[in-house]
């Protein structure tokens, strides 16, 4: 996948920015505030058809606006061509999204068309976070490569939010018999949820321990493995985690009752992540933080581009401020050798000597307008 062009309107800073991009490489380069982040965002939203971490349209809508627009032409591996518009009209409260003049329906089935993988600055909190920062990364792999797992997991929340309802209105006092249907859909999409994530884990296990080796030479073992709050192995079935799942909300029907909400199902379940048997939350350094994260990201990119059949499109959002010199120009070389990157960065530095031109592009974002420093001059 390739991003050739985009055109930002009232988005964010972005009053009316176009890029030409180039096919291989893209930096964004400018001082603090002044766009970049703002415009990778615009990118995430022709691929995810939202933000990629702000949670309603109104945010990126430009203030003192009423409207935004993304329009943009991407092109597949096999070189077929995508005209993608995203606009969202605050007087209706409507967002549209076409692909080559057509109306998409469901934006669900967006999602993984044009696969995409972000490192930015809010994912160190895969590592250092809450585990609903974990389940958001794992839901995100997993949604791009698979589009009933998205349907099933719009479908979960929906009944969550009736169970909660219900578990609300009840005030402490006994609701079986609202609640009971809802108990039934729970553990229905709940098993298939739960078993999706073991599988997944289970099939992302090698690509983490390979882009791991390559980004660190000495011998680290990674280690992901999911941590359910109802009893699941690696080889168990929908079945038998959907037994599993009545079972605990029979054992935890008055603590729901207390605290009016569903504490049973996969969106209180965790991810573990472990160096050489050693829990990463608690025993890793900053820099063992950073590589991991960096490798989780890596192996996304390689996870998806075999299931999507896809080379995905990676954006990264300050990486190297972070970094030393040598570590960053080895991301750097890896990054560069995976497909079409964009790189937002306050220095140029680490990009020292290199050469722009059709494929390598730099652009210089200030107060909200990009330069194309090779067109201009
Ligand atoms: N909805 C919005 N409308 C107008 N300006 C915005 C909006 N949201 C953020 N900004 C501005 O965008 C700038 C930050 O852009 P950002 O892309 O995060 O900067 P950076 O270049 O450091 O990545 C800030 O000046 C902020 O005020
Ligand atoms: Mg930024």
Known sequence: MKISNAHL???????????????????????????????????????LTKSFYASADTTVMQQQKKFFEIKSTLESDEGKEFQVRVT???????????????????FSTVIGMFPVVILSPENNSITFGSPADRRKFIDMVISQSSKSYVEDSIEYRRIVRQRNAILSVAKGKDCSNEISPWNEMLVKYGSRIICKRINFLTEFEPYIAQTYLDIVAERETPKIEYLPTVSAQKNSTVEEI???????????????????????????????????????????????????????????????????????????????????????????????????????????KIFGGAEWNSERRKFFIKNGEAVNELLAA
């Open 9 to 47: 309107r009232s988005f964010r800073n972005h009053n009316e920015t176009t890029f030409e991009f180039g096919s291989q490489i893209n930096v964004l380069l400018g001082e603090n505030g002044q766009g970049k982040t703002n415009a990778l965002e615009a990118l995430s939203f022709l691929c």
């Open 88 to 106: 969202y009209d605050d007087m209706k409260k409507e967002k549209k999204f076409t692909i080559n003049g057509a109306e998409v329906e469901k």
């Open 242 to 348: 959907a037994a599993a799942m009545e079972i605990k909300l029979i054992k935890k029907k008055n603590d729901e009752l207390r605290f009016q909400t569903t504490l049973v199902g996969p969106h209180r379940d965790d991810i573990f992540f472990s160096l050489n048997g050693l829990s990463l939350k608690q025993f890793a350094s900053q820099g063992q933080h950073k590589t991991f994260l960096i490798a989780l990201k890596v192996a996304e990119f390689f996870f998806l581009k075999e299931r999507c059949s896809e080379t995905p499109i990676f954006l990264l959002d300050d990486v190297f401020s972070e970094l030393d010199e040598h570590r960053s120009k080895k991301i750097l070389l890896l990054a560069e050798s995976l497909g079409q990157i964009f790189i937002t960065t306050t220095s140029e």
